[in-house]
């Protein structure tokens, strides 16, 4: 039932999976959408610009062009007043004379401003200038032949006054098209790019209205797909709320399981422990009845057995004190087992020592050199760790009873590796050593790399190290070559 649960969880979270992903492409197309049209906008307003400067520079240069006429208007009004002044004599013309050199001299200063950034335009006005300079003396020159000659005209004198080129150069008409030819020029560069510029304008701009259309269309349908979707989100809602419901109830369920469970092991744990003392108990009583019984036998009949028969005693009572070791080493791996890890700051170091000292005391005839690195400190549970060292250096003094100047040092250092990060402690040893080909059976109970007649021991020491290492959430681990002695490494997480 929980199984079938959990499986239609995960197919209505498949399900949602692609809705998931299609939103996201839903927000990922709009974004792009938005983009699009920031940068189309981007692109109309900068075309609508160049047409403004386009239409603003083709008026600018309408304008010149209008003054440009208007000069050539006024030197024509100034040269047709003087010629009726020259015929009636009346001031009317003179004083219309007078006020077309005002016109001109307005245009001329006009048309200099509206061409200030065109070098050569105002090279040109100022040869017009002077052109119109000389055609003004020849007009005031005839003004002032007319007011003094009284009634009578000298024809070869009024001439220059009458004639366009009083000097024989350019004629003002002439400079005037010069520069209005500049302007036309510039007019027709100008209403070619006004053209362009309009042609861009409504490329631009019929170009935003068929992606705006294309962008709505597209919005739209998304709007659907969106829509459909929901819908079907809705539909499934019933069904994810059943499997939710089904799901706290198989939850539920499964507490009430893991708390009885965890009840059941805390009573088999009890039992466990009883049946430990008891099998001890129940153990130990024969166990010291077969001893003192074969002691006994060894001391009261000694005179009535051969040496076969002492040496087969002698191998009973060996048997049973080994089976005894073996019943405690088992009592204490069961206690490592359940006892709660009580941390505090602990020196390794002076604890190392210390177990090594007690090796030491109890067989002072070993030469063996120890040498602890100082001041090696760890949070742990000091009871514990201390069974592990007496395991371990336990370990390397046994097995350096055969090396001549057997030497056992105890350390830590940076691990490396899987270990970065962490201190790795260490026990070496320069005796007998062990085959790497059967490392991964070193931390298991009952299993020995060597001989019981090489090297006594009960199998179950490096076990309770591995218990006692795995109670502090670290790693042990050993190295070695056979014959050139062992290093056990281990790990204690804070």
Same mark, same amino acid.
């Not at 799901?247 to 507490?255: C, G, K, P, S, V």
């Not at 040496?311 to 009572?317: M, Q």
């Given at each position: 039932?929980?199984?079938?649960?959990?499986?239609?969880?995960?197919?209505?979270?498949?399900?949602?999976?692609?809705?998931?992903?299609? $939103?996201?492409?839903? #927000? *990922?197309?709009? %974004?792009?959408?938005? +983009?699009? !049209?920031?940068?189309?906008?981007?692109? /109309?307003?900068?075309?609508?610009?160049?047409?403004?400067?386009?239409?603003?520079?083709?008026?600018?240069?309408?304008?010149?062009?209008?003054?440009?006429?208007?000069?050539?208007?006024?030197?024509?009004?100034?040269?047709?007043?003087?010629?009726?002044?020259?015929?009636?004599?009346?001031?009317?013309?003179?004083?219309?004379?007078?006020?077309?050199?005002?016109?001109?001299?307005?245009?001329?200063?006009?048309?200099?401003?509206?061409?200030?950034?065109?070098? $050569?335009?105002?090279? #040109? *006005?100022?040869? %017009?200038?002077?052109? +119109?300079? !000389?055609?003004?003396?020849?007009?005031? /020159?005839?003004?002032?032949?007319?007011?003094?000659?009284?009634?009578?005209?000298?024809?070869?004198?009024?001439?220059?006054?009458?004639?366009?080129?009083?000097?024989?150069?350019?004629?003002?008409?002439?400079?005037?098209?010069?520069?209005?030819?500049?302007?036309?020029?510039?007019?027709?560069?100008?209403?070619?790019?006004?053209?362009?510029?309009?042609?861009?304008?409504?490329?631009?701009?019929?170009?935003?209205?068929?992606?705006?259309?294309?962008?709505?269309?597209?919005?739209?349908?998304?709007?659907?797909?969106?829509?459909?979707?929901?819908?079907?989100?809705?539909?499934?809602?019933?069904?994810?709320?059943?499997?939710?419901?089904?799901?706290?109830?198989?939850?539920?369920?499964?507490?009430?399981?893991?708390?009885?469970?965890?009840?059941?092991?805390?009573?088999?744990?009890?039992?466990?422990?009883?049946?430990?003392?008891?099998?001890?108990?129940?153990?130990?009583?024969?166990?010291?009845?077969?001893?003192?019984?074969?002691?006994?036998?060894?001391?009261?009949?000694?005179?009535?057995?051969?040496?076969?028969?002492?040496?087969?005693?002698?191998?009973?009572?060996?048997?049973?004190?080994?089976?005894?070791?073996?019943?405690?080493?088992?009592?204490?791996?069961?206690?490592?087992?359940?006892?709660?890890?009580?941390?505090?700051?602990?020196?390794?170091?002076?604890?190392?020592?210390?177990?090594?000292?007690?090796?030491?005391?109890?067989?002072?005839?070993?030469?063996?050199?120890?040498?602890?690195?100082?001041?090696?400190?760890?949070?742990?549970?000091?009871?514990?760790?201390?069974?592990?060292?007496?395991?371990?250096?336990?370990?390397?003094?046994?097995?350096?009873?055969?090396?001549?100047?057997?030497?056992?040092?105890?350390?830590?250092?940076?691990?490396?590796?899987?270990?970065?990060?962490?201190?790795?402690?260490?026990?070496?040893?320069?005796?007998?050593?062990?085959?790497?080909?059967?490392?991964?059976?070193?931390?298991?109970?009952?299993?020995?790399?060597?001989?019981?007649?090489?090297?006594?021991?009960?199998?179950?020491?490096?076990?309770?190290?591995?218990?006692?290492?795995?109670?502090?959430?670290?790693?042990?681990?050993?190295?070695?070559?056979?014959?050139?002695?062992?290093?056990?490494?281990?790990?204690?997480?804070?």
């Amino acid at each position: 039932m929980a199984s079938n649960n959990h499986n239609g969880f995960s197919a209505v979270s498949l399900q949602l999976m692609p809705q998931m992903k299609k $939103s996201g492409l839903y #927000r *990922l197309a709009m %974004l792009c959408a938005i +983009i699009v !049209v920031i940068l189309n906008t981007w692109l /109309a307003s900068r075309e609508l610009k160049s047409l403004f400067a386009a239409q603003a520079w083709r008026a600018h240069t309408l304008e010149v062009i209008t003054h440009t006429t208007a000069l050539e208007l006024a030197v024509g009004r100034a040269d047709s007043a003087v010629r009726g002044y020259l015929l009636v004599g009346s001031p009317r013309f003179e004083e219309r004379y007078r006020q077309s050199v005002q016109n001109v001299d307005s245009e001329v200063a006009q048309i200099r401003r509206l061409t200030a950034d065109n070098v $050569s335009q105002q090279q #040109r *006005l100022d040869y %017009l200038r002077g052109r +119109i300079m !000389v055609k003004f003396s020849a007009l005031d /020159a005839g003004i002032a032949i007319r007011n003094g000659g009284g009634g009578s005209l000298n024809e070869r004198l009024l001439e220059p006054t009458l004639s366009d080129s009083p000097d024989g150069g350019p004629t003002v008409a002439y400079t005037i098209a010069q520069v209005e030819g500049e302007e036309q020029r510039l007019l027709n560069q100008r209403n070619s790019e006004t053209a362009h510029a309009q042609t861009a304008v409504w490329a631009s701009f019929i170009g935003a209205s068929l992606l705006d259309i294309l962008l709505i269309l597209t919005a739209f349908e998304f709007l659907i797909r969106i829509t459909r979707d929901r819908y079907a989100l809705a539909a499934r809602s019933t069904e994810i709320a059943t499997l939710n419901s089904e799901l706290q109830t198989l939850n539920a369920d499964l507490e009430d399981r893991v708390e009885q469970r965890t009840r059941e092991l805390a009573v088999s744990n009890q039992e466990l422990e009883a049946f430990s003392y008891s099998v001890s108990h129940d153990l130990r009583a024969p166990l010291r009845t077969i001893d003192g019984f074969s002691l006994a036998l060894l001391e009261d009949f000694s005179d009535k057995l051969n040496e076969e028969g002492r040496d087969y005693i002698g191998r009973v009572r060996n048997g049973v004190q080994r089976m005894g070791t073996l019943i405690d080493a088992l009592l204490q791996l069961s206690r490592v087992t359940r006892t709660e890890v009580q941390r505090e700051r602990v020196d390794l170091s002076q604890l190392a020592t210390l177990v090594f000292n007690e090796l030491h005391a109890a067989n002072p005839e070993r030469d063996v050199l120890f040498v602890a690195l100082p001041g090696v400190l760890a949070e742990a549970d000091p009871r514990l760790v201390r069974i592990a060292l007496e395991n371990l250096i336990g370990n390397a003094y046994k097995f350096t009873s055969r090396t001549e100047g057997g030497r056992i040092e105890f350390g830590s250092e940076p691990g490396r590796d899987l270990h970065a990060g962490q201190t790795v402690y260490f026990i070496r040893d320069n005796g007998a050593g062990f085959d790497m080909h059967y490392v991964d059976r070193l931390f298991t109970a009952f299993q020995r790399l060597h001989g019981d007649r090489d090297f006594k021991g009960s199998g179950i020491g490096l076990a309770t190290v591995s218990r006692i290492i795995r109670r502090h959430h670290g790693t042990v681990w050993a190295e070695s070559e056979l014959g050139h002695g062992a290093t056990f490494y281990f790990t204690l997480a804070p």
